[in-house]
């Protein structure tokens, strides 16, 4: 069965950090793409970082660039988030998900797996 779990979430105060986890596991995800998405209250999914099968690719969204960096560890089926100088606006739960693709993209529907989500709260 494949899984993605997600970890790492938590309350932080704005200006923070918090390094997300997603470990997967059912099969070997090495050969695909892997991304993160979020979700706040009210709002749609939205797309927030993806690496490429290697590790030398990646794509962020405007809002978090220079701050979120995505990393992936092929040899142990892990893919990271950290996330640093949090806002109170990056409060959202946050999915990790493995695409249909090698390469990096950011449509949700190029993406076949999703994990369950880690809340992620940032305070004022």
């Known amino acids: 069965q494949v899984q993605l779990v997600e970890s790492g979430g938590g309350l932080v105060q704005a200006g923070g950090s918090l390094r997300l986890s997603c470990a997967a596991s059912g099969r070997s995800f090495s050969s695909v793409a892997m991304g993160w998405f979020r979700q706040a209250p009210g709002k749609e999914r939205e797309f927030v970082a993806t690496i490429n099968w290697s590790g030398g690719g990646t794509y962020y969204a405007d809002s978090v660039k220079g701050r979120f960096t995505i990393s992936r560890d092929n040899a142990k089926n892990m893919v990271y988030l950290q996330m640093n100088s949090l806002k109170p606006e990056d409060t959202a739960v946050y999915y990790c998900?493995?695409?249909?693709?090698?390469?990096?993209?950011?449509?949700?529907?190029?993406?076949?797996?999703w994990g369950q989500g880690t809340q992620v709260t940032v305070s004022s």
């Open positions: 998900a493995a695409a249909r693709t090698s390469w990096v993209v950011a449509g949700p529907r190029e993406y076949e797996y």
